[in-house]
């Protein structure tokens, strides 16, 4: 039997984690269906049929589902459930918001945000903030998953050709209505899938000192990131911050700047390729999972960083 | 209206933790435990939305081994008016979560659900969304600005893009971000005062719930350590480093 992986898109284009949650799902099963759920979103069915590994698009086009309530997709995908084994989606909020719901009416325990696929029924994922590893076998007939995106490769977009079919909409559910979505636009890459990102803390002591921070993602086209405190100071929005209950990234190069490094944020970030970490505090739990620790005033070392990026032939983009 | 709001009892966020060396969880005895942060937060929110005169009760549950009163208890003190603790040892699920709340919400008919959108134990994020499921009630999960309408709630969540808004009717159930607000501490006299309020002990047996995982945990590991960095003595060095080491910029 096969894997139904639920897309996340915005009737216009695929969410790119969504090409890493299909390479998962491919890992539990080699027949992966996406459904897509949208309105006016044939240009995204049709990217989803030419993504490698992808078997079968089920687009269901209606205009209730314009804007993603999990209310309203549920029922949708009751409908489509008895045919399959998995259902599968990124642990995003898209995904966490959805997910559980569909488990609980399908009475299935569900396995929350696997880095790993062991075997068809066992995964890894982490537990307290990433500080263990939990090896878990759902023992249900039918398995809910969500899938960390930043865990697996993203699915090559091209060299697949799956049917694309059409699916049947569901009622819709009254009680909840979808008001608005504010999404804070930027010109820098999205944190979450960003080469480089570099992140302030509380060690920046204003909102207004983050622009230092600005000036060297600018030249690195870095993203910009922020640990709880400098978020809860007030220094920058939440869609900033990087931890256990914010975003987890694994970008080549993480800069940690005034960062102390509390469990909670490492739980973000720990797994990216190169770690810096500039603090003046040398006891500073950052270092402990920094490749580079750089002991210093964060107000004279980013002046100098950015100096020394000025110098450089070339940078990598 | 009333409020029901689910707490659970965590290993404390501070707290570095250890894996058992036989490797079938983590170490939990002489470790300082304490209430799941964001339920904290959704204490807070009922309380303010009580303290609004917008609630007439708010009814703290948790589900746990006899210590893990000591949240219901704590929920007491800031503000709740009544506690109910179900009793049950060993892992609960999630799923089994949801269906003792739901008998639960069942006779005590709230109008309200809240309670922190994760525990930081599982880190599952599941129980919301998972009750809100059986009962058939709108869903309004990681919270961070609930308005309170006599049949409505608008509540504003935070999402990977940014904030969505979205309106549910009443009953409903909310799950809460940390920024939602900032939980208040209790005060000495109201931990006392907590102590005489009403506390109903029950079994999730007595609520004809079972509670026997289905997910077996086959092994529970310290994650890959991170190679020991270096300390960089200046600026120069570490681009020098990143450019040339590394490889990165």
């Not at chain 2, 204490?43 to 893990?68: N, S």
């Not at chain 2, 029950?202 to 004809?208: K, N, Q, R, V, Y």
């Amino acid at each position: 039997m096969s894997v139904l992986l639920i897309a996340e898109h915005n009737n216009k284009e695929l969410k790119p984690f969504t090409l890493n949650v299909i390479n998962a799902a491919t890992q539990i099963d080699e027949d992966v269906h996406v459904l897509l759920m949208g309105h006016s979103a044939d240009a995204v069915a049709k990217s989803i049929s030419e993504v490698s590994g992808v078997k079968k698009v089920i687009h269901v086009d209606n205009p209730t589902y314009e804007n993603y309530l999990a209310e309203n997709y549920v029922p949708v995908i009751l409908n489509l459930a008895q045919n399959y084994n998995h259902i599968v989606s990124a642990a995003n909020t898209f995904g966490k918001n959805l997910m559980p719901r569909v488990a609980a009416k399908l009475d299935t325990s569900q396995v929350s945000d696997i880095i790993k696929v062991i075997s068809a029924d066992t995964f890894l994922r982490p537990i307290y903030a990433g500080n263990a590893f939990a090896t878990v076998k759902s023992n249900d007939s039918k398995k809910c998953i969500t899938v960390r995106p930043t865990s697996f490769d993203p699915a090559p977009s091209s060299g697949g050709s799956a049917e694309i079919v059409k699916g049947e909409s569901a009622e819709a559910f009254s009680p909840t209505k979808f008001v608005k979505k504010e999404e804070i636009k930027s010109d820098r890459p999205e944190l979450g899938t960003a080469r480089v990102v570099i992140s302030g803390g509380r060690g920046m002591q204003s909102g207004d000192n983050f622009k230092l921070i600005t000036a060297i993602a600018d030249k690195l086209n870095a993203a910009i990131g922020a640990s709880r405190a400098a978020v809860d100071a007030g220094y920058i929005t939440n869609d900033h911050q990087v931890g256990q209950t914010g975003k987890v990234v694994v970008p080549d190069l993480y800069i940690a700047v005034g960062i102390s490094g509390a469990i909670q944020h490492l739980a973000g970030m720990k797994e990216s390729k190169v770690i810096v970490a500039i603090n003046k505090d040398g006891e500073a739990p950052i270092f402990s999972v920094a490749d580079y620790g750089l002991e210093a005033d964060l107000f004279e070392a980013l002046p100098q960083f950015l100096e020394e990026l000025n110098k450089l032939n070339t940078i990598q983009k | 209206m009333k409020i029901l709001v689910a707490v659970k009892r965590v290993i404390d966020y501070n707290v570095q933790i250890r894996v058992k060396e036989d490797n079938s969880g983590v170490v939990t005895d002489n470790v300082k435990m304490s209430t799941n942060p964001p339920d904290d937060n959704a204490i807070e929110e009922a309380v303010k939305i009580k303290e609004a005169g917008k609630a007439k009760e708010i009814v703290a549950i948790t589900i746990g081994d006899d210590k893990a009163q000591e949240t219901v208890r704590k929920a007491l003190a800031v503000g709740a008016d009544r506690g109910i603790h179900v009793k049950a040892d060993g892992i609960v699920e999630p799923l089994a979560v949801s269906k003792i709340l739901k008998a639960v919400v069942e006779k005590e008919k709230p109008d309200l659900v809240f309670m922190g959108k994760q525990a930081i134990d599982d880190d599952c994020n599941q129980t919301g969304q998972m009750l809100a499921a059986l009962l058939d009630w709108p869903q309004a999960t990681f919270a961070s600005k609930i308005e309170v309408s006599e049949k409505s709630l608008k509540v504003t969540r935070e999402v990977d893009e940014g904030l969505e808004t979205i309106e549910v009717n009443i009953p409903a159930i909310v799950t809460c971000d940390l920024r939602l607000n900032e939980p208040r501490y209790a005060s000495l006299p109201n931990i006392m005062k907590a102590k005489k309020k009403p506390l109903d002990l029950m079994t999730a047996s007595d609520l004809g719930i079972d509670t026997k995982p289905r997910i077996e945990q086959i092994k529970v590991e310290e994650p890959p350590k991170r190679k020991a960095g270096i300390k960089v003595s200046n600026v120069a060095e570490l681009v020098n480093k990143l450019k040339n080491e590394a490889k990165v910029i």
